[in-house]
């Protein structure tokens, strides 16, 4: 009998269970990689289109008109089209050169602002107006990669949850007591109902119908991803939400200390493993 049952925790191909889980679990890591990248590629080619027609359409307005009022203007808007490009490509630029699998002190301010050049577009067209409430925060111990793959979901749920324009609060601030950074991302959308708001960390649960137009959203990989990089951040993450008055994320993010060494190697996200995060429907 011992013998079926150790016959029985293998797969027809002799890999253990176990074994199976795990690679089912890293298969599954490497696809969540896939879609935060695809997200990110999209978002990023549609940033520079709007760009490269700006600079276009300005460029044969100057050849068209020979006056200098119309050429100078012309130029200024090519001028201003041209350094947004090199945000995007800066901000891009530096999430590639940061691959490695390191946390290290990182500048959660600009981390912020990389994130918001990216969507800034997306924002403009959906009458998001954007708050910043950024404290003096020390800087946090993390991977600027990931952290900000964390951020744009945040930023990109919240979009979606204000079809019809609203408020986005962006607030970082310092718990002492705790040695934490926090930063929450707060909308003004339409909530999430108490039995939705249960499940949100569920992988492959989503609270969408599917991608909307910009193709973004309706995997339901976004929140289940971020609360497992958060916790391999030994981190946390919270959810508030009323329906009708909005929605509120919070990340704590452990905050460099005195004497803190320059970087220390990272734990891989673990998939499978049940959330501390807690959920609540709390006035936001």
Known sequence: MGERLNRNERGADGVSLEDQVRILSAQLNEAQKLTALGELTSTTTHEFNNVLMTVINYAKIGMRHRDDPTRDKAFEKILNAANRAA??????????????????????RQLIDDSLVLLEREMMKYRIAIEKQIEAVPQVVV???????VMLNLLINARQAMPDGGRLIIRATHDVAAGMVDL????????IPQEKLRRIFDRFYSTKDGPDESGKGGTGLG???CRDIIE?????????STVGKGTAITLK?????????????????VLGIRSQAAASENPV
Do not use: F
Not at 143 to 149: C, D, E, P, S, T
Not at 184 to 191: K, L
Not at 232 to 240: C, K, L, P, S, W
């Open 223 to 225: 929140l289940a991803m």
């Open 143 to 149: 991977n600027g990669n990931q952290i900000q793959q």
């Open 184 to 191: 929450m991302v707060r909308d003004s959308g339409c909530g």
């Open 253 to 269: 993010l452990p905050a460099v200390k005195a004497n803190a060494k320059p970087a220390v190697a990272a734990v891989a996200p």
């Open 87 to 108: 945000k995007i490509t800066n901000s891009v630029l530096g999430m590639a050169r940061n691959r490695s699998d390191k946390q290290e002190p990182t500048d959660l």
């Open 232 to 240: 391999a951040h030994h981190g946390r993450i919270r959810v508030e």
